[in-house]
């Protein structure tokens, strides 16, 4: 690899993941990156538990998925283990799922069917976050080498940051929305009832907790009907 243009690739890639305008299109610009810098990498996708379900989130290719699934299902695999922190450390490298691995009996024959060769994960976090596991497959066996396990830790770094970042900004306008929501619902409560702000609050904030519903959601309800019903 020249790493003279490695570096400035990665540059525009930094570039391009703060210039996402969501939190999907971070992680499909993640993945998508992940193929464009790693040689050898024929699919990419970011693993995720929720609820111990295995999720795949912007995989590349539909091979990605595939294998996140399977591992799911066999409760074994690199990836799974990873997230799970069963695997310690925060990258791992399978050079040849070809050969003898005995670690995963069950998964690796199943992946070779599926025409792999190799594979290597990184975790995402930042200093107080773990997002899930960034994952490199490759039809190939020994395709992935310690240079490209160094571009790949380079890769996931950017992305967890960047990641980080998106997630929070999507926080906030969420949060942004929500709370014009909840104004808007406010005026309507207060013109048909006459009532003051503070009341026109406390009548949301009570039908939230008698209906166990979120604020949010009897604040839409509010400015789509018009009414509590």
Known sequence: MDWRDFAQR??????DLLAQESVDATLERITSAATELVED????????????????????QPLAARLDQ???????GPCFDAVR??????VFRVADLTGVESRWPDF?????DLGVGSMMGFLL???????????????QPDAFTETSEAAGVLLASHAAVALS????????????????????AMGILMARHRITGEQAFNVLRRYSQDNNTKLRDVARQVSEQGVLT
Do not use: W
């Open 125 to 139: 976090f930042t200093g107080d976050e773990e997002f899930g596991a960034l994952n490199f497959y490759s039809h």
């Open 165 to 184: 970042s998106a997630r929070s900004h999507a926080q906030l306008e969420e949060a942004v929305a929500t709370r014009h929501q909840i104004g808007e």
């Open 70 to 76: 399977l591992q799911h299902e066999l409760g074994e």
């Open 85 to 90: 922190a069963v695997v310690p450390g925060r």
């Open 10 to 15: 990665m540059g525009v890639m930094a570039h």
């Open 41 to 60: 990498c024929d699919a990419a996708g970011i693993l995720v538990l929720v609820r111990g379900k295995a999720v795949t989130l912007a995989p590349s």
């Open 108 to 112: 690796v024959p199943a992946a070779r």
